[in-house]
């Protein structure tokens, strides 16, 4: 089977501009979170995605917003990029049919903003 | 102060055990996890423990869980230089199972 796929691996971009970055997940897992990594703050849950409808989401500006389509891809997009936007963005899928929740990630996106 | 919290570092030597440190704060959490981060890739799941038992042995990783005192442990045996990485614990946010609380991570580190 194949893993999570992320698109693309890695992206600059300038202060103001917007992004949209994608995620496949694990044939048949309908459940898609996006996690955040920076050295300063760690590894931050943004929003999670389970049949097209945002199930959680985390603490982070509406700059920040998601999508789930009918096969479970996912897309997130973040408008307006500031330069402490630069991280390394993780998607994770999982069954979600209970316990015990594996969550299974993609390689990530670097996104740099210049 | 932080939900998941694990010391920054580890040095060890091959073929030594490693034991890896976690404690949280969320009494609710049913499952606790461990990944794995190597450099440039993503996490990969290494085994999880469900709250009500209080150890899990998977190959060479054993998973010690103290309830009590929200202590969770992971024991790498035999330890090679491959297993140098970043360790994390997470637990799952109560009720919420995509959303995972975690760690700032344990890079380990493992001396020839």
């Known amino acids: 089977k194949a893993g999570v796929t992320q698109t693309p691996r890695y992206l600059i971009k300038t202060r103001g501009q917007q992004v949209t970055l994608s995620c496949s997940p694990i044939s048949g897992h309908r459940s898609v979170s996006w996690y955040q990594q920076t050295p300063g703050q760690g590894l931050q849950f943004l929003f999670e995605y389970f049949s097209e409808t945002q199930r959680n989401k985390g603490n982070f500006p509406g700059r920040f917003s998601g999508r789930q389509f009918s096969n479970s891809r996912s897309e997130m997009n973040v408008s307006t990029l500031e330069l402490g936007d630069s991280a390394l963005y993780l998607c994770?899928?999982?069954?979600?049919?209970?316990?015990?929740?594996?969550?299974?990630f993609g390689p990530g996106t670097r996104l740099t903003v210049t | 102060g932080e939900d998941v919290e694990q010391s920054l570092f580890l040095s060890v030597r091959e073929g030594d055990s490693s034991v890896i440190n976690c404690t949280y704060t969320d009494s609710s959490s049913t499952y606790l996890y461990w990944y794995k981060q190597e450099p440039g890739a993503g996490l990969q799941l290494l085994t999880y423990?469900?709250?009500?038992?209080d150890m899990k042995q998977d190959q060479r990783l054993t998973v010690l869980l103290n309830k009590k005192d929200k202590h969770l442990s992971l024991r790498i045996a035999d330890t090679q230089t491959g297993d140098s990485a970043i360790y994390f614990c997470?637990?799952?946010?109560?009720?919420?199972?995509?959303?995972?609380?975690f760690g700032k991570g344990t890079k380990l580190s493992v001396k020839p």
């Open positions: 997470a637990d799952v946010r109560g009720g919420s199972q995509g959303n995972l609380i």
């Open positions: 423990i469900f709250s009500n038992m």
């Open positions: 994770a899928s999982s069954q979600a049919k209970g316990p015990p929740y594996e969550q299974y």
